[in-house]
């Protein structure tokens, strides 16, 4: 099992283009999530997905939009890159049990984004 | 409310043990325990839920107080595998917010 992967590693972008990062999972779990994280600081959720067929905004979600294209696939979009999106986004999934309690999530390797 | 964190760093030689602290002023119905090494993807280690149920790491414990609303990671006996950023997280089932982390360097 490959577990959660994404694409791209890194990206340089100028401000105002747009990109898609992708994230998969092979592991069907029901719930994925994007995160942000700014050097020397912690996690910041910027959307999550509790089952396929539903998106929420977590802490951060302003400059950006998700789609949960199916059960393994959960993306994040950039419409208009901007300096302060430059940051490392990890996506992670989790499968929660039966009480709605979410368990561990698992990560992937992040992708390192610069906007210049 | 993002959970504080204590200490924000620590070093240890091998073999020494060291408590991390998190806290948090709203209610917490569980806590995540997560290490992140220089330049890689969060790992999970320990979740602690209300009610006392654990699940999580053999060789590090974590303790759980409702109502002081504090969790405190044990590292026992570290190991310079131990070294790295712990984050604690807390809140909604899908909503965590994470801690600012404790840096623990572990030194031979």
């Known amino acids: 099992n490959a577990g959660v992967t994404q694409t791209p590693k890194f990206q340089v972008l100028k401000t105002g283009q747009s990109m898609t990062l992708q994230c998969a999972q092979d592991m069907n779990h029901n719930s994925m999530y994007w995160y942000r994280q700014d050097p020397g600081m912690g996690l910041r959720l910027i959307y999550y997905s509790a089952s396929e067929g539903t998106t929420d905004k977590g802490e951060v979600p302003n400059g950006y939009n998700v789609s949960r294209l199916n059960k393994r696939e959960f993306s994040l979009r950039l419409e208009s890159a901007a300096p302060s999106q430059t940051s490392v986004y990890f996506c992670?999934?989790?499968?929660?049990?039966?009480?709605?309690?979410?368990?561990?999530?698992?990560f992937g390797p992040g992708t390192r984004l610069t906007v210049t | 409310q993002q959970p504080v964190q204590s200490p924000q760093a620590v070093i240890l030689r091998e073999g020494e043990d060291a408590v991390i602290n998190c806290s948090s002023s709203?209610?917490?119905?569980?806590v995540h325990w997560y290490r992140q090494k220089h330049g890689e993807a969060p790992v999970f280690l320990m979740i602690?839920?209300?009610?006392?149920e654990q699940k999580g790491h053999e060789k590090i414990s974590a303790s759980f107080n409702e109502k002081k609303q504090q969790s405190s990671l044990y590292l026992t006996a570290s190991q310079l595998s131990y070294s790295g950023t712990y984050f604690c997280g807390s809140g909604s089932p899908y909503k965590l917010i994470f801690g600012s982390g404790t840096r623990l360097l572990v030194r031979p």
């Open positions: 709203k209610a917490l119905y569980s």
């Open positions: 602690l839920l209300k009610g006392g």
């Open positions: 992670a999934s989790s499968q929660p049990s039966g009480a709605g309690i979410s368990y561990e999530q698992y």
